[in-house]
């Protein structure tokens, strides 16, 4: 999904990196044409400060979106989550990382967690890198206690697995 709705801004590297942005960060944009986050106008000349890029970049596949059917349901769908993975030091979280072979395998997720809850440890949150976005895909795991060493090499044993740090 991701390389097609990057394929409609093939002839431009900027455009795609708007896309890009738009993306990852979870901001849509509204039927005005604006890109937001919830109800909070995000705008164009901040996006292309942060991409170094043109405002008329972002305006254009801002205008690109709208005209697109496929492209408009996707972007006035889409919305962002808030990520405790930064706050995990200041709130003494632990941020577990589990990075695997092939991440579009189904079960990661649940048997990750599953060794978790057999340690009775309690998860915050479980955040997953969607591996059409992420070159590297990562799936984050936020728990409120420090990981056993037995649960680090129970993960690390599952065969899909590369490494996983904490």
């Known amino acids: 999904m991701f390389d ?8 431009s590297p900027s455009q795609q990196a708007v896309i890009r942005l738009l993306l990852e960060r979870g901001f849509s944009v509204n ?6 986050s919830g109800g ?3 705008p164009y000349t901040g996006i292309a400060r942060e991409l170094d890029v043109d405002r008329r970049v972002v305006d254009s596949t801002t205008d690109a979106i709208r005209e697109d059917p496929e492209l408009r349901r996707i972007f006035a ?53 969607d591996p059409e976005f992420a070159a590297d895909p990562k799936l984050y795991v936020i728990l409120d206690d420090d990981v056993p060493g037995e649960l680090l ?7 899909y697995v590369r490494r996983v740090e904490f």
Do not use: C, Y
């Open 31 to 36: 039927e005005d044409g604006r890109v937001v």
């Open 40 to 42: 909070i106008e995000i």
């Open 77 to 129: 769908n889409i919305s962002s989550i808030p990520s405790l993975m930064d706050l995990a030091p200041v709130l003494e979280l632990t941020v577990l990382t589990v990075e695997v072979a092939a991440a579009d395998e189904s079960g990661i997720v649940a048997e990750v967690t599953g060794l978790i809850a057999d340690h009775e440890l309690t998860i915050r949150q479980v955040i997953s890198d």
């Open 4 to 11: 097609e709705i990057l394929g409609k801004f093939e002839g």
């Open 153 to 159: 090499v129970a993960i690390r044993e599952l065969p």
